[in-house]
């Protein structure tokens, strides 16, 4: 047989323990039955011979009865005055099987009870015999006890084995969780990229077409330079979302998105209709690339949503960089918006996708975002990231 068929039997059989068994106890006790009528073939011998080997039937179920039930016929054979050796070994490994099977099988206290049992019933059959010395105490306690420390051994490695293979199954889970968790992550820091760069441009984009579609006619030159315009932005959106998405042949010595870019935003606000005006304290170079890039898209969505919801209302926009922070204000003098799109502390639910994005990039930087209509009209939005506490990439 091959190893390859070799193994296939032993997981057949590993499968089929009750079938083992079964099998196993009938060779016993057909074997035992055998040697009895090879004997003086008494019926009592043969019905002692089937005590001691049936109860093999029982070793993974029931293996502290197997033991009394065997090991009391071998205390009734002796005691009736016969040599269970003469009648051959079938009787003997039956025994010795159901020792070991109970110290494997069955739980510490009562593989316990079975080897003392076996002890009892083997010493407590030998004042019956011929021979009554010290070697035979010796000898029938090794046979005793030698199979159920084997048996104990090989429990006690089993339990090992299959707590190995607990941990390995929950550490390969937590691998797996881990690993979707790193996934969701990315499609998340993914999908505010596309959606600063989508809402930035298309808004941009539309507002632009929106003012050549009243000049086009009376101004014929500045509407192509809008269009020109449209042109590039868009062309420039779509290169930094290919950029964004990895795609292949896109070179990556194109322009991050930036603090120190803040000035191209605002004049692209500018040339859209929003009036900004840009105030940066402090140096926006060597900044974490995390913080540098959520600052930034940060400024991008409030300048965007002022486009969208306030377009041509004065805006100012503070950028204030010291040691241990990044600290941002943009406020617009517009209409105020409805509450719906605000996001107060507590009812992200109610937010905007923009205003939750913005929120989701300072928290993951360590800080905070707040958004909300001013006293008096418009809208501000304040963001607080650390410099010292950015550990995740926006």
């Not at 505010?192 to 077409?209: G, I, K, Y």
């Not at 913080?291 to 950028?319: F, K």
């Not at 707040?370 to 926006?394: H, K, M, Q, T």
Request: charged content about 20%; glycine content about 8%.
């Amino acid at each position: 047989m091959t190893d390859d068929g070799a193994g296939a039997l032993a997981q057949w059989l590993r499968a089929r323990p009750r079938l083992v068994d079964f099998t196993v106890a009938a060779v016993l006790v057909a074997l035992g039955a055998g040697q009895v009528m090879a004997g003086d073939g008494a019926a009592t011998a043969l019905i002692v011979s089937v005590a001691m080997t049936a109860p093999v039937v029982w070793r993974r179920r029931r293996p502290l009865l197997a033991v009394l039930i065997g090991w009391s016929a071998l205390f009734v054979e002796e005691g009736l005055g016969a040599d269970v050796t003469s009648q051959g070994y079938a009787a003997v490994i039956a025994l010795i099987l159901t020792v070991y099977s109970v110290a494997v099988y069955a739980p510490l206290r009562r593989a316990l009870v079975g080897l003392v049992a076996a002890l009892a019933l083997v010493w407590g059959a030998i004042p019956f015999a011929a021979s009554q010395t010290v070697a035979d105490f010796a000898f029938t306690g090794l046979i005793t006890l030698a199979p159920w420390l084997a048996g104990r051994t090989i429990r006690d490695r089993q339990l090992r084995i299959t707590e190995l293979r607990r941990l390995a199954r929950e550490l390969e889970h937590e691998r797996e969780e881990r690993a979707r968790e790193a996934r969701d992550a990315e499609r998340s820091r993914i999908a505010r990229e596309m959606h600063d760069v989508l809402a930035h441009t298309v808004s941009v984009v539309v507002v632009q077409l929106g003012a050549v579609e009243h000049i086009v006619e009376s101004d014929p030159g500045t509407a192509r330079s809008v269009v020109a315009s449209v042109r590039a932005t868009a062309k420039s959106a779509l290169v930094e979302l290919r950029f964004l998405l990895g795609l292949d042949g896109v070179p990556a010595a194109g322009p991050r998105p930036s603090l120190a870019r803040l000035g191209d935003l605002a004049d692209d606000m500018r040339a859209a209709g929003v009036p900004v005006e840009l105030t940066v304290r402090g140096s926006v170079d060597g900044l974490p690339s995390a913080v540098d890039l959520a600052a930034y898209r940060i400024v991008q969505e409030s300048l965007t949503n002022v486009m969208r919801h306030a377009t041509g209302a004065p805006t100012r926009a503070l950028v204030v960089v010291d040691e241990d922070a990044v600290r941002l204000t943009v406020e617009d003098d517009g209409a105020t918006r409805p509450a719906s799109r605000v996001h107060p502390p507590g009812a992200p639910e109610r937010a905007g996708y923009g205003l939750i994005g913005m929120a989701e990039r300072a928290r993951l930087c360590g800080g905070d975002l707040e958004a909300g209509p001013r006293p008096g009209g418009g809208f501000r939005v304040r963001a607080w990231l650390p410099l010292v506490r950015a550990v995740s990439a926006a």
